[in-house]
């Protein structure tokens, strides 16, 4: 089944507080000090505007919302700097709620409309209507859908084209509507005098899971927790339940989070150094400081000494005694000496002609935030493996969470999930059932490094720690964009493979990585498939926006190419697990996940080229979803749908948490009952 993506997008801005911890910043931001981001959302003129956002690596989040005049909005991560170069791309700023636009007059080449799908579902705010459409008149036709209720009612709604990657794909409401009563028949009309009508259908209408019995738990998790406390979690779990568990350590550690210590020296941008140590800054880099001094006799030469964890540049001067020595001759200089245990650059690629003026002592700092008993020293990622038989002779889930720093819920999803199937093996005959027949693997962080850093440094932080950066690109004001997307880090369909959305610049949000597999996060992920082959299905746990996705995830732009479609009896299987998994997430608190954020990626969101799921399918044959937990909320009041944002507070995070991990007991159950072709 077809899904909506975009079909055109505008550079609306609707800052969103964060509600986690904010980054650390001086009240006045000096030049070591990066530019404040914020979560905005933009929006976009056309598919092509959209296009330009990913190719340029803008940090768009996973919320992509069709607007009904055209446009298309998008959630993403900016700071000024960004925002403003945004614009030459086609972004401008737009009013919150853009009003319905008027059909085009005169068009009248539309023959046929076939609705593809008109679905109601009921959810804890009321009844509401979703339909997806083709039009024989493509993106020029204007489609309209009039709907009756069961009791009488009637309602209208515009449509909006879907063209992706200059290719037309159908139309669709801009969002689920609001109905009041649940929506029997619908009838799409064009502005060609085309019409058809369809009987709607229950959404999702999965298939039940086996019922647990009284005195079920849940409701385990009371706080959001940074990667040392999820690790402590799962070994107490392990601790706990030692015959149905193992604790794995995967085998490739993370670079850590810890980074070498730097200060910038000078006036930016002529006459500025940046010094960084050899040693990372938890290593020793943190005790190093610098001065610049100038001597009291004329015609004295450039000298850079060192003194204990002092290093003094004593500033050339000419035979009156002024000072000439130019930014780049001091970086020259510092690296010229030996001994010394740090390193010096100019200032981004400004060529450093600027005469340095004297500095005072100036500490060097890593400008990392958290407590000392967070470690600095490579991390050890574990999984936790459930089930009475962990021998590989029962059908593998892998389910793993934050390869997306930023996305505090996800990890929580998969902790509640292994506490209920742990606590309740002993008295519900369901969950034993699922712990018989199941091998379940478990990975709450993915990027340990990269939640730190988001935890206590740049909550926005999509990406982990590992700076592959030039001296050019490393300055300390640039120290919240480094980093790789590690979810555009794997072998298929990737960047280097030719498809489109990720990036090769390294402070980009989509920052593929100098390489496939150059993480030790994707690796560790990898290595999961191929030590233990009975896996056979795989959970990747995402935020925001609401999504339930799985292969292909990424096209080439040209053509608009996917990776290979999974035959048509592969699709109703993934789109028939998902109307189930779906069914039991809205048995929670009523969260239903829109029929048209569920499809395969390159459907129903964006092109992701070197995504996870790719290549667990691809190359492993593991069925692999994606959730995208985090569903817009309705208000009433304003009958408009709201986003929830990566760290919302708690009581939503927990109520998301609560309702996925349902969802993720619940593929369990689907693989409990699979049988290999």
Not at 80 to 94: E, I, K, T, V
Not at 233 to 250: F, N, S, V
Not at 393 to 422: D, N
Not at 543 to 568: E, I, N
Request: glycine share 8%; with cysteine; aromatic share 8%.
């Amino acid at each position: 089944m077809r899904g909506l993506r975009a079909s055109a997008v505008v550079l609306l801005i609707v800052v969103t507080a964060f509600t986690g911890a904010q980054p650390s910043a001086p009240a006045v931001a000096g030049p070591s000090d990066p530019e404040p981001a914020s979560l905005v959302t933009l929006s976009v003129p056309d598919q092509a505007a959209l296009e330009r956002l990913v190719a340029a690596g803008a940090d768009l989040t996973e919320r992509v919302r069709p607007q009904p005049d055209g446009s298309i909005q998008i959630d993403a991560v900016v700071t000024p700097s960004q925002l403003d170069a945004l614009r030459p791309l086609g972004a401008r700023l737009a009013p919150q709620s853009p009003p319905p636009a008027t059909p085009e007059p005169g068009i009248t080449r539309d023959r046929q409309v076939v609705i593809e799908r008109a679905v109601w579902y009921k959810s804890r705010d009321g009844h509401f209507l979703s339909v997806e459409a083709f039009s024989g008149g493509a993106q020029a036709a204007t489609l309209t859908v009039t709907w009756t209720g069961a009791g009488g009612a009637t309602g209208q709604a515009q449509m909006i084209a879907y063209v992706d990657a200059g290719k037309y794909l159908g139309h669709q409401l801009a969002t689920p509507i609001f109905t009041g009563e649940r929506a029997v028949k619908v009838t799409v009309t064009s502005s060609s005098g085309a019409e058809t009508r369809a009987n709607t259908k229950e959404w999702p209408d999965g298939e039940q899971p086996d019922a647990t019995g009284p005195g079920y738990q849940k409701n385990f998790i009371t706080q959001y927790m940074p990667p040392a406390q999820l690790n402590e979690r799962i070994k107490a779990l392990h601790q706990r339940y030692p015959g149905l568990t193992d604790l794995i350590e995967l085998p490739y550690k993370t670079n850590g989070y810890r980074r070498h210590a730097q200060a910038l020296i000078g006036t930016p941008p002529g006459a500025a150094v940046v010094v960084t140590s050899n040693a990372y800054g938890s290593e020793g880099g943190n005790d190093l400081a610098v001065e610049l001094v100038v001597p009291a006799t004329p015609a004295s030469p450039l000298r850079v000494t060192l003194n204990g964890k002092q290093i003094t540049v004593s500033l050339a001067t000419n035979a009156s005694g002024a000072r000439v020595s130019t930014a780049a001759q001091v970086a020259a200089a510092i690296n010229a000496t030996p001994g010394l245990p740090v390193k010096a650059s100019v200032y981004r690629t400004d060529p450093g002609a600027g005469v340095m003026v004297p500095a005072p002592l100036t500490q060097l700092d890593d400008f990392l935030n958290a407590p000392p008993d967070v470690s600095r020293a490579p991390a050890q990622v574990l999984a936790l493996r459930i089930g009475a038989h962990r021998n590989g002779s029962r059908t593998g889930v892998l389910a793993y969470a934050q390869e997306h720093a930023r996305e505090w819920v996800t990890p929580l999803v998969t902790i509640e999930a292994a506490e209920r199937l742990l606590r309740n093996h002993a008295t519900d005959a369901a969950t034993r059932r699922l712990l018989d027949r199941t091998d379940i693997f478990i990975v709450p962080t993915v990027n340990p490094d990269g939640a730190n850093y988001s935890f206590y440094d740049f909550n926005s932080q999509r990406k982990n720690m590992t700076n592959h950066c030039p001296p050019q690109q490393s300055d300390p004001a640039q120290r919240n964009t480094w980093g790789v997307d590690v979810n555009r880090n794997y072998a298929v369909g990737s960047l280097s493979d030719g498809y489109f959305g990720a990036s090769a610049n390294c402070v980009s949000g989509t920052y593929a990585g100098p390489a496939e597999h150059s993480e030790p996060e994707s690796r560790n992920v990898i290595w999961l498939a191929q030590r233990y082959p009975n896996i056979r299905f795989a959970m990747n746990v995402h935020s925001y926006g609401g999504y339930f996705m799985w292969p292909p995830g990424a096209y080439k732009l040209d053509g608009r190419v996917t990776l290979p479609r999974p035959s048509q009896q592969q699709l109703e299987y993934f789109m028939r697990s998902a109307r189930t998994i779906e069914q039991a997430i809205a048995a929670e608190r009523g969260t239903v996940i829109w029929p048209q954020q569920t499809g395969p990626v390159t459907d129903v969101l964006y092109s992701a080229a070197g995504n996870s799921a790719d290549e667990l399918w691809y190359d492993h044959g593991i069925y692999g979803w994606d959730f995208e937990v985090g569903a817009d909320l309705w208000n009433p009041q304003t009958r408009t749908w709201q986003a929830v944002g990566f760290q919302p507070p708690f009581n939503e995070g927990h109520a998301e948490a609560m309702e996925f991990a349902t969802g993720l007991i619940s593929l369990i159950g689907i693989a409990a009952s699979y049988r290999a072709p």
